[in-house]
């Protein structure tokens, strides 16, 4: 049975595979377009966008949507009914063990299978009118480029045996046209001062080559400069450019002309109205705008620094920070920039469903305006709720969840305060694990600091405060860690593209509850130790300790008893340096894993990002991030432990500097293919004796990061450790990645994942081959390759990436491709993309 399913599978796909299945005699599926400018093939992405027609999408060079689409029969019933008549044995065979019901669903089901394959692609058609209109769009880009006496033709190459062809476009560009004089008129008075006293240069210049994007630009540039100048009314309609064509020395004369007056309704005839400066006299605030109640009058008026805030009820912002937002304010000329600047202030306040401004003339005066501003505001209490189910391989599969309520406006200036609990449950290899856990956040609309340092940063810049108080606690994860922390974050928008960000004392204090679970959790630890037992009672002609107890109780107990008399025995260090490492490293990373720490930082973070919108894929980005833990906190305190280690209220102290450097650079490469390289860099040094805590520490592997190793599987450097976690304080990574489209939602992609983590502290337990040594260290960079499929459903992205080992630094002998293997792969599921 189940060799008849595969044949019949395969036999399915052989007949979905002739691609012209569906194409009726004298047509033909078009397979190519070919573009030739000037008798040279042109693979410019810019110019397939003006072709009207493009053959079905492909992967791996074979059009898969076209295939599912031929298993499909455009002849085949479309109503159970015809269904029945055409498959009687079938039909009446079910209808008469089940019932007529059942036969119906039985006839859908087969009918909605067909129209299932049908949905996909079917074969593109070569159109006449589409290959005429592709010669238009080419023709006039090449004119709106310079080229005017630019000439494109067509050739269609048809196959009639396999009822395929090709379209070829031919483009003779010609002689581009050069702008010779330009000349600037200006019928306004008050418009040509405006003009005069920006000294700004025009974009148009004699000698540059035609270009209708530049002119363009030009009258963009022009009207911003009028708006923002006070000409609220002025529009690309005042504008006329005017270019002789009629010359045949290749040049052209520009004259521009800027008019000085704009036609407006005036008791039933349209009149020349000059343009003015105009000044906002009066804003209008209605707080509590909504379209039922919008005749309804205001009952309720409170005027600051001239702006009147209006509500039908009760006015429930106060006047004195609602203000803030508003960067038109009574006296001002009217500028498009501080328009969108109060709107977008406005929307970031995250208070108000909807913001709406209008400007109207006051009765009388052309050059006076009145601004009203329509905030509906949101809901004030606002409840939560996320769940998602989690996999990774330290959890199997488990679930967890988040419960908030969000307060709008809690103290009357716009504030965000919110409550969130969380919680988590999954099993593992440990048994089952949870984790609970509650925070509250308070985020306030502007700077909140003392000694007027609230004044340094510019309100146009969207200042905002964060503080924020939680805590969680964990049970069989890791050693049951406890989790207090307290932030407090600015941050400001210093352009559309650059913010900064500021945390001030963000404090963490991690508790360890249970480190007596340490060598269960890390059990190749205890088999490394209990190998160095065995060999150290063989040396001493004893029998204390190996083996080492594996009672949970005692443990740990016995374990450090053993490290410490190891540790102490100089006799033992001489003949078995090895062994004696082993231990005294095994010893230092139980004091850094189980160690309590108090982590007060100190952090700034600058970020660029030119991306315009969710939907834009060609943008850049790039984060610097340097921190410092422990600096202010190890001044105050002059306190040690027993290690030697700083403490802060008994509390041993992280002291170290970390810097992160991220760019991610996407590039758009036709339909909707995408092409993106990401490149990371961490280090983290620590100084004063101080360890570095092991949730600080850098990691590698994992769905987001070098995807064909397991999350803390890699490094460090070339070791090959056998840890269930390994850790570094430098780590570098780089990824490339091809996104392209499949069918419909499924989206397909390749990838190139490559880097490792060092150790550069320093560390006297650290083996040599684990550091970094400078550009030697770069051998020890791992590759890893693969290729992941993605369900894309707009809102949210499933992600499954196979990542091979390409490069593995451990090995001996040849390193390359030795592993590259299905069985060796890793399978990394995700939500979203890993970057």
Not at 77 to 105: C, D, H, L, M
Not at 205 to 231: P, W
Not at 272 to 283: I, L, M, W
Not at 569 to 588: C, M, R, V
Request: overall charge neutral.
């Amino acid at each position: 049975m189940k060799k008849l399913s595969l044949s019949f599978l395969f036999l399915l796909i052989l007949i979905s595979c002739n691609s012209t299945k569906h194409v009726i005699e004298g047509q033909h599926m078009l397979t190519h377009n070919y573009i030739f400018v000037d008798s040279v093939k042109n693979t410019n992405s810019e110019l397939q966008k003006y072709v009207l027609q493009k053959p079905n999408p492909r992967f791996l060079n074979m059009p898969f949507g076209l295939y599912f689409h031929n298993i499909g029969d455009h002849n085949k019933p479309t109503t159970p009914s015809v269904w029945g008549e055409k498959n009687i044995r079938s039909y009446n065979f079910i209808k008469n063990i089940f019932s007529e019901k059942q036969s119906i669903a039985y006839a859908n089901y087969f009918i909605g299978l067909n129209n299932w394959f049908l949905s996909y692609d079917e074969p593109v058609i070569i159109n006449l009118n589409k290959i005429k209109n592709t010669v238009n769009n080419l023709s006039a880009y090449y004119k709106n480029e310079g080229y005017f006496k630019s000439k494109v033709n067509y050739k269609i190459n048809k196959d009639s045996i396999d009822k395929k062809g090709t379209v070829e476009y031919h483009v003779k560009k010609g002689k581009a046209t050069v702008l010779d004089s330009i000349n600037f008129r200006i019928e306004s008075d008050i418009l040509d001062s405006i003009y005069k006293a920006s000294k700004t240069k025009s974009l148009l210049a004699t000698g540059d080559q035609y270009n209708d994007k530049t002119f363009r630009n030009e009258a963009d540039r022009i009207v911003k400069l009028f708006r923002n100048n006070g000409v609220s009314n002025f529009n690309e309609a005042a504008l006329g450019f005017y270019v002789d064509s009629t010359r045949t020395d290749y040049k052209t004369n520009v004259d521009f002309l800027i008019s000085g007056s704009r036609l407006e309704e005036e008791q039933g005839q349209y009149v020349n109205k000059p343009y003015q400066v105009q000044k906002v006299t009066k804003v209008n605030v209605n707080t509590d705008y909504s379209f039922t109640q919008k005749d309804k009058t205001p009952s309720n008026i409170i005027t600051y620094e001239g702006i009147n805030f209006l509500a039908r009820r009760k006015i429930k912002y106060n006047p004195k920070y609602l203000a803030e937002s508003i960067f038109l304010k009574p006296g001002n000329i009217y500028k498009d920039t501080l328009r969108n600047l109060t709107r977008n202030h406005l929307k970031a306040l995250k208070n108000f469903k909807s913001t709406n401004l209008i400007f109207s003339q006051v009765p009388g005066k052309s050059d006076e305006l009145i601004m009203d501003i329509f905030l509906t505001p949101l809901e004030k209490y606002t409840l939560g709720f996320e769940t998602e189910i989690t996999h990774s391989n330290i959890r199997n599969i488990g679930s967890s969840a988040k419960f908030s309520i969000t307060n709008r406006n809690a103290f009357k200036g716009a504030e965000l305060l919110k409550l969130s609990f969380l919680g988590s449950y999954f099993n593992s290899t440990s048994g089952p694990g949870w984790e609970i856990g509650a925070d509250a956040s308070l985020e306030f609309p502007r700077l909140i600091a003392p000694f007027g340092l609230n004044n340094l940063v510019p309100k146009e810049m969207s200042p905002r405060t964060l503080f924020s108080i939680g805590s969680s606690f964990q049970k069989n994860i890791g050693l049951d860690r406890q989790t207090f922390t307290f932030q407090s974050d600015y941050q400001w928008q210093y352009n559309s593209k650059k913010t900064i960000q500021l945390e001030i004392f963000n404090t963490q204090y991690i508790q360890n509850l249970n480190i007596n679970r340490y060598f269960d959790i890390y059990s190749s630890e205890f088999t490394s130790l209990d190998e160095v037992a065995e060999t150290y009672d063989e040396v001493n002609n004893t029998s204390t300790n190996y083996p080492l107890s594996d009672d949970i109780d005692t443990q740990v107990s016995e374990a450090l008893s053993f490290m410490n008399t190891v540790s102490n025995d100089n006799s033992f260090k001489t003949t078995n340096p090895d062994d004696y490492n082993t231990a005294l490293d095994i010893l230092n990373r139980y004091k850094i894993i189980t160690s309590d720490f108090l982590i007060p930082t100190l952090a700034y973070s600058y970020t660029y990002n030119n991306q315009i919108s969710f939907s834009d894929n060609n943008f850049s980005f790039f984060k610097i991030r340097v921190a410092n833990s422990g600096g202010v906190f190890g001044l105050i305190s002059q306190e040690t432990n027993s290690d030697d280690k700083k403490t802060f209220a008994n509390i041993p102290l992280a002291q170290y500097f970390k810097t992160d450097i991220e760019y991610k650079k996407f590039w758009n490469i036709g339909s909707n293919d995408v092409f993106g390289i990401r490149t990371f860099i961490g280090a983290i040094i620590p100084y004063d004796n101080s360890d570095i805590p092991f949730t600080k520490s850098y990691f590698a592997g994992g769905s987001n990061d070098i995807r064909a190793w397991q999350t803390y599987e890699l490094g460090p450097g070339s070791r090959n450790t056998g840890l269930e976690f390994n850790v570094g304080s430098l780590k570098l990574l780089t990824s490339a990645e091809y996104r392209f489209d499949i069918i419909s939602k499924l989206k397909g992609a390749l990838f190139i994942d490559a880097g490792n983590i060092w150790d550069i502290t320093g560390s006297e337990f650290v083996d040599d081959n684990a550091s970094f040594n400078g550009v030697s260290s770069l051998e020890d960079i791992a590759v890893g390759s693969g290729f992941g499929a993605r369900l894309d459903f707009s809102f949210l992205i499933l992600r499954l990436d196979i990542g091979f080992k390409t490069y593995e630094p451990y090995l001996t002998g040849n390193k390359w491709l030795k592993n590259y293997n299905f069985g060796d792969a890793v399978y990394n599921i995700g939500i979203n993309y890993p970057f």
